[in-house]
């Protein structure tokens, strides 16, 4: 009888070692989850530090160049369009080739800033061919963007057939347009001068006169040579024809005289 009640015993003792185990793990497990919960947000709010920490011109020197490419990419999904504008500065300082990816869809964004700086940053960091897509913002309604526009195409005019592309905005009816066109024809002309004259024509044949001005300016400083001017001397006799004495039209007889004298 002795024996059986030790049994008994010995059976309630695993069987409260057990409950004890467990009751032991179920706390630890509540502890780690507690833990965790209160973590998380430190961790998330050290996250934005880190986002609000990175920008272009001192970017954290812990914070590595791919880590600075994650944060700027985020940024650039922000509504914020300062945000935004910030992620590109990012991304395009940690890796300007995958940046370039991200940054030429914002050449079409309806805010015109941030137009302005995909334009500007891309041309900055010299990404090859995208001179077709950059020209069409020297149509832009903004003016910002038409100045970067025109700033960052300087860095495209040697791009093969680029010199086609300037035939729409040359014949814009905004004059402001043509006249930023005209410096970027300049330094096209070095790399395709046979198109050059067909590109330049809807200027020559503007009746404004500050565009015939900036035009013919182009033209005295591009072609030092008078026998280049030849093949002008239609467009510059129309000039003379329409404008008169105007200060144009008074460019354009001081050109053909040198023309006629050669």
Excluded: H
Aim: proline content about 7%.
């Amino acid at each position: 009888m002795k024996k059986k009640t030790n049994n008994v015993t010995d059976k309630k003792f695993i069987w409260i070692l057990f409950a004890i185990c467990i009751g032991t793990l179920f706390i630890l497990a509540i502890s780690i989850m507690i833990k965790n919960s209160i973590s998380a947000p430190k961790q998330k709010r050290e996250s934005t530090i880190q986002i609000e920490d990175v920008d272009e011109s001192s970017p954290s020197e812990n914070i590595s160049p791919k880590k600075q490419f994650a944060l700027g990419s985020k940024l650039m999904r922000s509504s914020s369009s300062e945000e935004k504008i910030r992620g590109m500065q990012i991304v395009m300082t940690a890796n300007p080739k995958d940046g370039a990816n991200l940054l030429i869809p914002c050449l079409m964004d309806p805010v015109p800033a941030v137009r302005t700086q995909a334009a500007t940053l891309l041309s900055t960091y010299e990404i090859p061919n995208l001179g077709s897509q950059i020209v069409m913002l020297l149509e832009d309604p903004d003016k910002a963007v038409r100045l970067a526009a025109s700033s960052a195409m300087l860095k495209y005019a040697s791009e093969p057939g680029i010199m086609y592309r300037f035939m729409r905005p040359m014949s814009s009816r905004d004059p402001e347009v043509v006249k930023l066109t005209i410096p970027v024809w300049k330094v096209a002309l070095q790399y395709d001068p046979r198109n050059a004259i067909g590109t330049i024509a809807p200027a020559l044949s503007s009746s404004d006169e500050s565009v015939l001005s900036t035009a013919l300016g182009a033209l005295t400083q591009s072609y030092p040579r008078t026998r280049d001017l030849v093949p002008y001397k239609t467009l510059l006799e129309g000039i003379t024809a329409r404008m008169g004495s105007s200060p144009s039209g008074q460019m354009a007889q001081s050109l053909l005289q040198r023309i006629n004298a050669e």
